[in-house]
C-alpha cells in the first residue's frame, strides 16, 4: 500500500493524559497537512509542512497541540492534557508541492477521551 | 478563501445521473475547484478537479461555466456505492498554504 498511513486507527485515553499520532505521507510527496473532523463536519485544516518546514501552525486550536516533522518524511501530531472536546478523528494528508496537486488523505485517527 | 455552498443532502436511485451544484461567488482568479468524496470512518479521497468548461474522467464530470461562480459535479449511473458525502472546494492548490477549506459537504443517499 502506498498511500498515506496513519498510525493507530483509533486510540482511547482518559482526560487529561498525553497522545501523539503518527502519519507517514506518501513517499514522493514533500508537502503534509493535519486536519481535525468531527461528527457531521467536514474536516478542519490544523498545519502543514513543506518537508521539515512547519509553514503554517496558525489553526492549531491551541497551544496543547504541537507537529513535527524531523526529517522531511513522517509527521507526528500530539496533544497534551487531552480534554473531553479534543475527541475527534484526526486526519493527515499529503501532496505534491507543484502546481495543483491534490491532497491525499490517510484514513485517520479516531481520538475518543473518557 | 473562496466559500462554498452546497446542498446539505441528496437522493437518487440506482442507475440514474446525479448533479450536484456548488456555488463559489467568491472564487479568486487562481482558484481550483475541487470536489472530493468521504465514506464513513475514511479519510476524503480526491475525485476531480478543474479551472473551468469542463473536465472528465472516470468516475466523474465537473462542469465549470465561463463566470466560475459555480461548479456541478455529474456522477454517471451511480450505484449504491456511491451513497457518500461530497465535498466541493476551491482554494490556490498551488499556493503557498495549499490548505483546504471544507464545508458540511452534500449527503449523497443512492437507493436501490
Known amino acids: 500500500d502506498t498511500g498515506v498511513s496513519q498510525d493507530p486507527r483509533h486510540k482511547i485515553t482518559k482526560r487529561g493524559q498525553n497522545v501523539t499520532f503518527r502519519c507517514d505521507p506518501i513517499?514522493?510527496?514533500?508537502?503534509l497537512y493535519w486536519y481535525r473532523q468531527t461528527l457531521g463536519q467536514g474536516p478542519e485544516f490544523l498545519t502543514y509542512?513543506?518537508?521539515?518546514?512547519?509553514?503554517?501552525k496558525s489553526r492549531l486550536l491551541s497551544d496543547r497541540f504541537s507537529a513535527e516533522r524531523p526529517k522531511g518524511s513522517f509527521s507526528t501530531l500530539e496533544i497534551q492534557r487531552t480534554e473531553q472536546g479534543d475527541s475527534a478523528m484526526y486526519l493527515c494528508?499529503?501532496?505534491?508541492?507543484?502546481?495543483?496537486?491534490?491532497?491525499?488523505f490517510g484514513d485517520g485517527t479516531r481520538l475518543s477521551i473518557l | 478563501l473562496a466559500k462554498t455552498t452546497q446542498p446539505i443532502s441528496m437522493d437518487s436511485y440506482e442507475g440514474q445521473e446525479v448533479n450536484i451544484t456548488c456555488s463559489h461567488n467568491?472564487?479568486?482568479?487562481?482558484?481550483?475547484i475541487t470536489w472530493y468524496q468521504q465514506f464513513p470512518s475514511q479519510g476524503p479521497r480526491f475525485i476531480i478537479q478543474g479551472y473551468k468548461t469542463k473536465v472528465t474522467n472516470e468516475v466523474a464530470s465537473l462542469f465549470i461555466p465561463a463566470d466560475r461562480k459555480s461548479s456541478t459535479l455529474s456522477l454517471p449511473r451511480v450505484s449504491l456505492s456511491d451513497t457518500a458525502v461530497y465535498y466541493c472546494l476551491v482554494g490556490d492548490e498551488g499556493g503557498a498554504t495549499n490548505k483546504l477549506i471544507f464545508g458540511t459537504g452534500t449527503l449523497l443517499a443512492v437507493q436501490p
Open positions: 509542512f513543506q518537508n521539515e518546514a512547519q509553514l503554517e
Open positions: 494528508a499529503s501532496s505534491l508541492g507543484n502546481g495543483n496537486q491534490p491532497q491525499h
Open positions: 513517499s514522493e510527496h514533500n508537502r
Open positions: 467568491n472564487i479568486a482568479t487562481n482558484d481550483y
